[in-house]
Structure formats: C-alpha cells, structure tokens
T-cell receptor, first 115, second 114 residues
Framework: EAGVTQFPSHSVIEKGQTVTLRCDPI?????LYWYRRVMGKEIKFLLH????????ESGMPNNRFLAERTGGTYSTLKVQPAELEDSGVYFC?????????????FGPGTRLLVL | GNSVTQMEGPVTLSEEAFLTINCTYT??????LFWYVQYPGEGLQLLLK?????DKGSNKGFEATYRKETTSFHLEKGSVQVSDSAVYFC?????????????FGIGTKLQVIP
C-alpha cells in the first residue's frame, strides 16, 4: 500500500512569489492534516480536513495560506505571497479511524525556502 | 493547552551504547503518546505508541512506557546502531471534536558514531 506522498520535495522561491504544495493521502483515508516545522521549533498543526471539508484551520498562520481538498482526495496548500518566515518543512498526514483508534501517517514533507 | 517537552540535543553516542531520550508532557485527561522518527532525507515514521497508562510501546529494539504519575514517556534502547541516527519526536494526541491533533516536542537529534 502506498504511503502519503508530497510534492515537491523541495522548493526555493523568492519573497512575494506563490508556491503550491500537494499532498496525496493514503487511499481511503478520510482525515488529512497539514503541519509545519519552522527551523528550530516544534512541528505545529495547521489544519485538518475530513474528506473535502475543513474541520479545523486554527493553526493556519494568516490569510496568505489557503488549503483545499477537492473531491476529498488530494490536498493543496498554497502560500501567496510567500514571506521569509514561511520557510520550513511542511508535512502532510492522513488517517482513518479503526476500532476507536486513530494513527496518523506522515508524508516525507516539502522543504520550502523563501529567499 | 497540550505540550510536550524533550531535550533538543544533539545526542552523540557510540555504537552499542544505551540510549535514553526524556519526554514529559502536559495534557488534560488521557492522551495517547507516540514516538516518531525522521531518518535523514525521509519523512516522519511512527516508531511506537501507547494509548493508556502503564502501556509499553516497543519497536525495533526501542521501548517507552506511559507513566501517568510522572507524565513521562521516555524512549530507551539498550544498544544503539549507526543506523539509528535520526531525529526523534515525542508526541501526543488528545481527541477533540472527533479528531486528534498531534502535539509534538521539538525533536531530539541522535548521532551514533562507530
């Protein structure tokens, strides 16, 4: 079974540009999460989808970040316009509830550097 | 709110040494506890977990016991190998509104030298 995949693996852009990150969850997983690790800090929750619906976007830093999950499959996270402090590693995770338990499976992350 | 505290490291050990990475947490109720590992150039992988007090999670020679009285989930391995070099994240989940947000520690970098 394929794991969570993310694209691109790395992205280097200039301040003010737009970047779109993509996450493909494990097939059949309704829950999809985005997290971010800024250099030297903890991995922080950004938002959560159940299928195509946003359940919680309390971790989104500001309105320059827009996440979508069309059709409840893959998800995109767009940063527009990017700022220097947006640099970090963006992780996606997916999960499914089984017998009252949930374990989130993480993708390899996208390393974003804003210059 | 929920929080996880762990040493940032780096921790440098010789091969076959004993490893302990401390992790303590703050959370209401009964969270589930996890250790994730990130090998160089790879994503986060679930290493082990424990869902209730006194449970012991184990995998690949690593162990951690859920200690509610000390709010701890320390990671141990009796004999580390060079291939264990990675960043280790302690984490917890606390169900909220039908889903579980993961709260992570800062991550501890482990370097094992031959």
């Amino acid at each position: 079974e394929a794991g969570v995949t993310q694209f691109p693996s790395h992205s280097v852009i200039e301040k003010g540009q737009t970047v779109t990150l993509r996450c493909d969850p494990i097939s059949g997983h309704d829950n999809l999460y985005w997290y971010r690790r800024v250099m030297g800090k903890e991995i922080k929750f950004l938002l959560h989808f159940v299928k195509e619906s946003k359940q919680d976007e309390s971790g989104m830093p500001n309105n320059r970040f827009l996440a979508e999950r069309t059709g409840g499959t893959y998800s995109t996270l767009k940063v527009q316009p990017a700022e220097l402090e947006d640099s970090g590693v963006y992780f996606c995770a997916s999960s499914q509830w089984l017998a009252g338990q949930e374990t989130q499976y993480f993708g390899p992350g996208t390393r974003l550097l804003v210059l | 709110g929920n929080s996880v505290t762990q040493m940032e490291g780096p921790v440098t050990l010789s091969e076959e040494a004993f490893l302990t990475i401390n992790c303590t947490y703050t959370a209401t109720g009964y969270p589930s506890l996890f250790w994730y590992v990130q090998y160089p150039g790879e994503g986060l992988q679930l290493l082990l977990k424990a869902t209730k007090a006194d449970d012991k999670g184990s995998n690949k020679g690593f162990e951690a016991t859920y200690r509610k009285e000390t709010t701890s989930f320390h990671l141990e391995k009796g004999s580390v190998q060079v291939s264990d070099s990675a960043v280790y994240f302690c984490a917890l989940t606390r169900k909220s509104g039908g889903y579980q947000k993961v709260t992570f520690g800062i991550g501890t970098k482990l370097q094992v030298i031959p």
